[in-house]
């Protein structure tokens, strides 16, 4: 009898640098894929009904992510759109950019969307807090791993 079990793990690597270009915060941090993510896999492996991912958001509220979540909880300005997608070996990674001005404050959770607004929400993280101030710009790379485990 053959058994497989498939798993999704999340990375998301945040760096915070101010206007000079110097890194001010790092973190290394995982993910909960959301019960919505895990449906929106299954319907792109059917068909093209649903968008695939396009941007990233960031948020202040730090409560503990679920697998109900349909979207970050406080969003910190707009939805940002990805700078990047790419497929390598079983992961997939996205990468966006908050520059100057966008998505600033005591930043705590973040999410990928396949929207600009509304959409689903693939994935969401919290994390200790990252103060961006108004000139910094952070960087998020997000990468998603399928494996046989």
């Given amino acids: 009898m053959l058994h497989e079990n498939a798993k999704l793990r999340g990375d998301v690597s945040i760096v915070l640098k101010d206007k000079s270009g110097n890194v001010k915060d790092e973190r290394n941090i995982t993910n909960l894929v959301v019960d919505v ?44 759109p990805l700078d990047s997608t790419t ?31 509304g959409g689903d929400m693939l994935c969401r993280t919290t994390f200790p807090v990252v103060n961006k101030g108004a000139d910094d710009v952070m960087s998020i790379t997000w990468t998603i791993t399928l494996s046989a485990a």
């Fill in 87 to 117: 497929v390598t070996n079983n992961s997939i990674t996205y990468v966006s950019s908050f520059e100057a001005g966008e998505g600033t404050g005591a930043l705590v959770e973040a999410g990928i969307f396949n929207n600009s607004t």
């Fill in 37 to 80: 993510g895990l449906n929106l896999i299954l319907v792109r492996l059917k068909d093209t009904s649903k968008n695939v991912m396009s941007h990233m958001a960031v948020g202040t509220n730090a409560t503990t992510p679920v697998a109900g979540h349909t979207d970050l909880l406080s969003i910190a300005g707009v939805r940002e």
